[in-house]
């Protein structure tokens, strides 16, 4: 018999669904409460039901958990469609700090939080589109 190894999933170490809804749960509150992200909570429609659902499936779907999103949405084409928001320094700064304070919050494991807030910011780096 081989030993191989089995990949885990960031899905999988974070906590799968549950966490995954409680991170953008909290995320979201944490944009609607935090003064440094007034800018960010303006791209966004008053009602937040609608993108914390659409958020909830794509990070499922990014973290290696269920096509939850793809199916519905297609590819994700992230840039393309925050083309129309202005995205600079100061919004993914914003987005961070809303992620962050999240992450701390519902994922338990430090190694994984470290490993998603690394991939997390790649993300969010790549997402501005003005200086």
């Given at each position: ?12 170490r974070i906590?799968g669904r ?9 995320f979201y ?9 007034k ?20 990070l ?27 995205i600079?320094?100061a ?11 999240a ?23 790549w997402?501005?589109?003005?200086p």
């Amino acid at each position: 018999m081989t030993d191989t190894t089995t990949a885990i999933s960031m899905f999988e170490r974070i906590g799968g669904r549950a966490t995954i809804g409680a991170l953008v749960d909290r995320f979201y509150d944490r944009m609607d409460s935090l003064p440094e992200a007034k800018i960010i909570r303006a791209m966004h429609a008053d009602d937040l039901s609608l993108i914390r659902d659409v958020l909830k499936r794509y990070l499922t779907e990014w973290t290696g958990g269920p096509r939850l999103y793809t199916p519905e949405k297609g590819h994700p084409r992230l840039r393309q469609r925050h083309f129309g928001f202005s995205i600079g320094d100061a919004e993914r700064d914003a987005w961070m700090l809303c992620m962050r304070g999240a992450m701390e919050q519902t994922i338990t494991d430090a190694a994984a939080r470290q490993d998603l807030d690394k991939a997390l910011s790649s993300l969010a780096d790549w997402m501005r589109n003005r200086p």
